[in-house]
């Protein structure tokens, strides 16, 4: 764990490159003497931006979790420029109009969005507190790159502030069809929000085309492929750029000897079952783990598998514990567990090992090389980069994946056992195939799978985005000064 440098309030600081994010790419963690440092935090995205920005001497705006007044501070190399939210903004930006309207909507209500006037406010109050500090924070002409659906009306904000920026959003999640979008009471605002970027990237293609005809039936706008022409003159691009992990990273940590080692253990531990499956995800309605977990029982039932020879390792990562919906979905899978694990368990045979908790990354790899099948369902998912770090993770090139058709992910891994997850027998009969699968078949799929993530890493993302934002010509960026 490496701790913040001395923390010298930076308030007056400058940068060239700024990530405007809802969160700091750090996470605050109290040591055994009571004394606080920052860790860095697990993910792609820090992976990959934090080499531009060190090398830029770039800014990170962003929330540092808890309602702490905290000042700027510098960690290697990178200023942390923190935003301070309320107890009642937690409530209602994060909890309410981000996870509990956006994030079901723009996932094909896979739960019912909750459309309360209160939280539009506290989004709207938010997003301005961002901008501000963005505009502070940049220098002049210099690049923002404001990230994901808690942000979405930052663009605008800061474009109104400062003409002179060069203005990049990227949406880490689906942006949905339009006949769903516009359920939203405020998709104008949203439209609009989105529209003060020169660029803004989507997973999927399918993503920048429903954002584009939105815009093009709502707003009013000319667009021409990926192109939206503004009154004002300016042009704003929508692409898709599907975002990927830091696969050699990935590849070499779960060549370790220590995580091969752990790998063994793992498998042992289980009772050395012929067949292991595996799922991770945050523990969210997304995901579809409840689908996942009900086809495995049912396999067991019907006598295609048996606990002396296959079993479940399901983590699901605790994630916003306090909205209603993701209490609920804890409750339903511990029950279900406890069902199938009751009926077909034996002792030393669990159906399913069932893990509500969070590892470090080498536990993550571990789990990922001692896993036969790995099984990525969601009902819908902007990219899934569990799916991705399974496939880097597979040295041997063997091991296989099994990929909902509505992951982001499906696009680029196409040797994937592809299934619907709405679909219980096409489940089962999924699962059924991928673990029976010849070793032959199985390295045919992974060998083409390896080399598109190892070709199109989470470096590959950031550098096309980033590249295609200084592409955009000035006097454009500029024409909206009037
Ligand atoms: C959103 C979009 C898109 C999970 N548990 C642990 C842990 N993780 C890590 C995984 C992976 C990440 O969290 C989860 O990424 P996903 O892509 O699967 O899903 P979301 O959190 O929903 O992310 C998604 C993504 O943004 C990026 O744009 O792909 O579609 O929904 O990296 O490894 N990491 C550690 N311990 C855990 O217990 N260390």
């Excluded at 495995?296 to 295609?304: A, H, K, P, Q, T």
Aim: hydrophobic share 40%.
């Amino acid at each position: 764990m490496t701790t913040a440098s001395s923390g010298q309030p930076a308030d007056d600081l400058q940068a060239d490159l700024v990530i405007v994010a809802n969160r700091l790419p750090v996470d605050r963690v109290t040591e055994p003497d009571g004394a606080q440092s920052w860790r860095t935090s697990p993910g792609g995205l820090v992976t990959a931006l934090e080499p531009v920005l060190r090398a830029s001497g770039g800014a990170w705006i962003g929330w540092a979790g808890g309602t702490d007044h905290i000042e700027p501070f510098e960690r290697d190399g990178v200023h942390l420029v923190p935003v301070q939210l309320d107890d009642q903004e937690i409530e209602e930006f994060y909890e309410g109009f981000s996870n509990a309207t956006l994030w079901p909507l723009y996932h094909d209500v896979v739960a019912p969005p909750q459309f309360h006037r209160e939280w539009w406010d506290s989004y709207v109050r938010v997003n301005r507190r961002f901008a501000e500090r963005a505009a502070q924070v940049a220098t002049e002409g210099s690049t923002v790159w404001v990230q994901d659906y808690q942000l979405q009306l930052v663009p605008q904000m800061l474009r109104e502030l400062r003409p002179d920026l060069r203005i990049g959003f990227y949406l880490h999640i689906p942006f949905p069809p339009t006949e769903l979008f516009v359920q939203l009471p405020w998709r104008r605002q949203i439209l609009e929000g989105l529209l003060g970027a020169d660029l803004i990237g989507f997973q999927t293609p399918g993503g920048a085309a429903n954002f584009v005809r939105l815009v093009r039936q709502r707003v009013g706008h000319r667009t021409k492929s990926s192109s939206i022409y503004l009154p004002d003159g300016r042009v704003v691009r929508a692409r898709s750029f599907p975002i990927s992990i830091d696969a050699a990273g990935f590849e070499e940590l779960a060549r370790t000897p220590g995580v091969e080692e752990r790998a063994k253990e793992i498998r042992e531990a289980l009772g050395s079952p012929e067949h292991v499956f595996l799922g991770i995800d945050r523990l969210d309605y997304t995901k579809g783990i409840y689908a996942r977990l009900r086809a495995f029982g049912e396999l067991l039932r019907d006598g295609d598998l048996t606990v002396e020879d296959a079993v479940f390792v399901q983590v699901a990562t605790p994630s916003r514990e306090r909205v209603e919906e993701y209490r609920r979905l804890r409750d339903e899978i511990d029950m279900l567990v406890g069902r199938i694990n009751g009926v077909y368990g034996e002792i030393g045979n669990p159906a399913i090992s069932y893990l509500h908790s969070s590892y470090p990354r080498e536990e993550m790899a571990a789990l990922y090389r001692a896993a036969d099948v790995m099984v990525v369902t969601p009902y819908r998912d902007g990219m899934n980069l569990v799916a991705k770090e399974y496939v880097a993770c597979r040295v041997e090139e063997d091991g296989a994946l099994v990929l909902s058709e509505f992951a982001g992910a499906a696009h680029e891994l196409r040797q994937a056992w592809l299934v619907n997850p709405h679909d219980m027998n096409g489940l089962k009969s999924v699962l059924l195939a991928a673990s029976r699968a010849t070793a032959r078949d199985q390295t045919r799929r992974m060998r083409a799978m390896r080399r598109q993530v190892m070709e199109h890493d989470v470096k590959h993302w950031a550098d096309t985005f980033l590249g295609q934002l200084s592409a955009v010509p000035v006097e454009e960026t500029a024409a909206s000064r009037g």
